[in-house]
């Protein structure tokens, strides 16, 4: 009985832990300032990108060569997407707040991806503009 | 213990020692003490894990004492961060003295506590006492994590670093005594072991991520934290 009271409050308190991990790394990512180019291709509206642009992020995030440095992050923001589309599966259809919550949090994911993509694309700018300079 | 335990064993390890790289680079050594502390324990208590192995075997009874006793020393080790991390937040408030001597209060109190519930059992004291002990700090780390973090929504806490530290010490407890109580309820769970390696890399791959990523001086509002998209 102990043992099953230890276990649900750890699993409780597990979520609440790692769900405030994963927004301590967005809301890190909100103060970041977008190049119009990076706005454009990512689409950033204000300070959100819907969703459903999430998936075609991380494929652009794939093409771009990486600096090295942020591969952890974006698997931590997949995972955390990832759960949030099970949750969504399993929970979303009870409770329409529920459903609403989620998709906010897959739209901080997104953002997150966003702002992965424009350091990425930055970091392919300063490439390029070494290369060009060896050339010349 | 097949190939992917050996290779779960040697990541850990190699994790732990980048990790204590990355402090010492980012100059955290005297702010973060207890992290480097514990790391170095485990990076030590690997070692002597594998020689254990090596000379005794995984299923000798050695191996058996070993593991559960290091493992009880890692988890006070825990305790000791997760105090220093109470300093930190209440650092302000000149309350640490109290900080110290409450910890250790508690500290005594959960080795007493599992002392009592394992003394009927003389004949496996040895073994059980470090087990329960374990486990208790695991759940009581929970319950302390928690506090601290309700106390860092309150007082309204802004150091980024501060912030995840503190919120990967509570995935962690949380991981573990959940884990613990899952063994309890489901003894002979083999899958459950590559699982806790896997979550023993948690801690020195989220600090890592802190140390190297985010600075001193960054700052995130907690409203933030609890709703980012607010």
């Known amino acids: ?92 259809w009870i409770e329409p707040t529920v459903a609403r919550w989620i998709d906010s949090e897959r739209s901080g994911c997104a953002y997150v991806a966003a702002v992965m993509l424009d350091r990425r694309i930055a970091y392919n ?5 070494r290369q060009m300079s060896t050339q010349l | 213990m097949g190939p992917v335990d050996y290779f779960l064993l040697l990541a850990d390890f190699l994790l732990e020692i ?49 593991f559960y006793y ?12 997760l105090m220093s991390l109470y300093a930190h937040v209440f650092s302000e408030m000149g309350i640490s003295k109290f900080v110290r001597g409450g ?22 004291l040895i073994t059980y006492f470090a087990y329960e002990l374990s ?12 506090l601290l973090w309700g106390a860092m929504i309150k007082m309204r806490e802004n150091r980024t670093r501060l912030i995840q530290l503190v919120l990967a010490m509570g995935v962690y407890f949380s991981a573990f005594a959940g884990s613990y109580a899952l063994g309890n309820m489901y003894p002979y769970l083999a899958v459950w072991r590559y699982v806790c390696y896997l979550m023993v890399m948690w801690l020195p791959l989220s600090w890592a991520y802190t140390f190297v990523k985010v600075s001193e001086d960054t700052r995130t509002m907690t409203a933030r934290v609890l709703a980012p998209n607010r």
Do not use: W
């Open chain 1, 125 to 129: 700018r300063v490439l390029m503009a």
């Open chain 1, 1 to 92: 009985m102990i043992a099953i009271l230890i276990f649900g409050i750890s699993v409780l308190t597990l979520l609440r832990f790692f769900v405030s991990y994963c927004h301590s790394l967005i809301a890190e990512s909100k103060s970041y300032e977008f190049s119009e180019q990076g706005r454009e291709i990512a689409g950033v509206t204000g300070h959100s990108v819907r969703d459903d642009q999430f998936r075609r992020l991380l494929q652009l995030i794939a093409l771009c060569p990486e600096p090295g440095d942020d591969k952890g992050r974006v698997r931590a923001v997949s995972l955390y997407f990832g759960l949030l589309g099970l949750t969504r599966m399993l929970f979303g």
């Open chain 2, 18 to 66: 980048c990790c204590v790289v990355c402090l010492l680079r980012k100059r955290a050594f005297s702010q973060h003490f207890t992290i480097v502390l514990y790391l170095c324990a485990s990076i030590a208590v690997g070692v002597g894990r594998y020689g254990v192995i090596a000379t005794a075997g995984f299923n000798s009874d050695a191996y058996r004492y070993f």
């Open chain 2, 103 to 124: 910890a250790m209060l508690l500290l005594a109190g959960t080795a007493g506590i599992s002392y009592h519930m394992v003394a009927s059992s003389t004949d496996k």
């Open chain 2, 135 to 146: 486990q208790n700090l695991y759940f009581v780390g929970v319950l302390l994590t928690y």
């Open chain 2, 70 to 81: 290091s493992d009880a020393l890692l988890t006070i080790c825990l305790y000791f961060i």
